[in-house]
T-cell receptor, first 110, second 113 residues
Framework: KNEVEQSPQNLTAQEGEFITINCSYS?????LHWLQQHPGGGIVSLFM???GKKKHGRLIATINIQEKHSSLHITASHPRDSAVYIC????????????FGTGTSLTVIP | NAGVTQTPKFRVLKTGQSMTLLCAQD?????MYWYRQDPGMGLRLIHY???????AKGEVPDGYNVSRLKKQNFLLGLESAAPSQTSVYFC????????????FGNGTRLTVT
């Protein structure tokens, strides 16, 4: 049973393309996190959102709490965006334990 | 500001050997976590701590022990390594709560032969 499902698992895009990565979850949540894992292995937090939309540079994250779905969009993709993108949701009423998706591996070709 | 520092970065062990992974954070975070990452699986929680002197089991705690004697350090121990513990281990810290971002270390790649 996977509480967090991401799609697609792998994605290859040409530089400049608009990219969408999806995350669906089955548990009640208060917030959702998007993480980026670089090819070297390091993981950084991109967004935390509990409603609506957030934008940071070329990255946009949206969430629909009623539909239990979030999307991460990358506009004007670039080879440096190549990474694994991971969706994470915290367990309700704990705040300190998370369910993680298996990640979406993105490759942007020049 | 170093953030979260993990040592070592790589390690090869033989079955039955022991080792300790060290995680240090300089952000005064209350919450610290140890995760393992295996191919095709999401990050899985091994143990976590909600403050100095406290620890709790996560999803996959068997074969591991932890200690948090100082707020800034969280140690993960393997008393008798097994090939099933071959994985990439990540430490993370957080101020706490669902709305707080996780700060990760760079990972430790452990191979048990």
């Amino acid at each position: 049973k996977n509480e967090v499902e991401q799609s697609p698992q792998n994605l290859t895009a040409q530089e400049g393309e608009f990219i969408t990565i999806n995350c669906s979850y089955s548990v009640g949540i208060s917030a959702l996190h998007w993480l980026q894992q670089h090819p070297g292995g390091g993981i950084v937090s991109l967004f935390m959102l509990s409603s609506g939309k957030k934008k940071h540079g070329r990255l946009i994250a949206t969430i629909n709490i009623q539909e239990k779905h979030s999307s991460l969009h990358i506009t004007a993709s670039h080879p440096r965006d190549s990474a694994v993108y991971i969706c994470a949701v915290p367990l309700l009423f704990t705040g300190n334990q998370f369910y993680f998706g298996t990640g979406t591996s993105l490759t942007v070709i020049p | 500001n170093a953030g979260v520092t993990q040592t070592p970065k790589f390690r090869v062990l033989k079955t039955g050997q022991s080792m300790t992974l060290l995680c240090a954070q300089d952000m005064n975070h209350e919450y610290m976590y140890w995760y393992r990452q295996d191919p095709g699986m999401g990050l899985r929680l091994i143990h976590y701590s909600v403050g100095e002197g406290t620890t709790a089991k996560g999803e996959v705690p068997d074969g591991y022990n932890v200690s948090r004697l100082k707020k800034q350090n969280f140690l993960l121990g393997l008393e008798s390594a097994a090939p099933s513990q071959t994985s990439v281990y990540f430490c993370a810290s957080s101020p706490g709560g669902s709305y707080s971002p996780l700060h990760f270390g760079n990972g430790t790649r452990l191979t048990v032969t």
